[in-house]
């Protein structure tokens, strides 16, 4: 399986460490040409003004776009749930605006930058550690959204179809089970293609 990391800013390293841990090939994706043959793509955090910015620049926000409407799975952490939110709080228009939530920023941001808790998450642990860097959360979502996961009632890791949202780090940590949960959405979704051949 060859998955993609959007590798225009961000923390990029980490999740291709993770991706090979779990024995898929980690594709840092620069330019349209590096999304072909993906199998899943990976929307690291960092600053999603930034991100959006230099999207545009590399001419990548299309393409992405309709390879998510064709069905290729994607997980967005932080900045790149940001991106994948159909709304975001504040702005007239979404970034790519595929996964049916409203998302809003720096949520957690006034008093504390920067925090580790250990979240219970829905199918996956009740044990899992996420790091949270003045990160968003997910306001509201639409009914076809399964909540994985809230810290203090706030919603922080849902999946809708072939999108998963993380509003925290996984990947700054050395536990890999969410980056598994996104590898088994990806396996489902290649199996779900080859018997419909
Ligand atoms: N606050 C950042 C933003 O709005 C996201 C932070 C992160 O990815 N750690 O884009």
Redesign the pocket.
């Known amino acids: 399986m060859k998955i993609g990391v959007l590798a225009l800013q ?2 990029v390293r980490e999740q291709i460490r993770q991706i090979e841990q779990l024995g898929c090939e980690g594709i840092e994706v620069k330019s349209q040409a590096d999304l072909q043959g993906l199998t899943g793509l990976v929307l ?8 959006r910015k230099l999207l545009d620049r590399f001419q990548l926000l299309e393409p992405i776009r309709s390879l998510a409407q064709k069905g290729l799975p994607m997980f967005g ?4 749930l ?1 991106l994948l939110a159909k709304q975001v709080a504040g702005r007239n228009e979404p970034h790519l605006g595929l996964m049916d939530i409203v998302i809003e ?2 949520s957690f ?1 006034r008093q504390v930058d920067s925090f580790e808790v250990e979240l219970s998450v829905r199918g996956v642990g009740d044990d899992i550690p996420a790091v949270f ?4 959360h997910i306001v509201s979502a639409g009914e076809d959204v399964e909540i994985l996961a809230r810290l203090d009632g706030r919603i922080v890791l849902a999946k809708e179809g072939h999108y998963l949202g993380c509003a925290f ?1 996984p990947e700054l940590t050395e536990d890999i089970r969410i980056m598994q949960y996104f590898v088994e959405m990806v396996n489902k979704t290649l199996l779900a293609k080859n018997s419909s051949i």
């Open positions: 961000g923390a690291p955090g960092g600053e999603s003004t930034t991100m952490t932080c900045a790149g940001i920023r720096n941001g860097i003045r990160a968003p780090h």
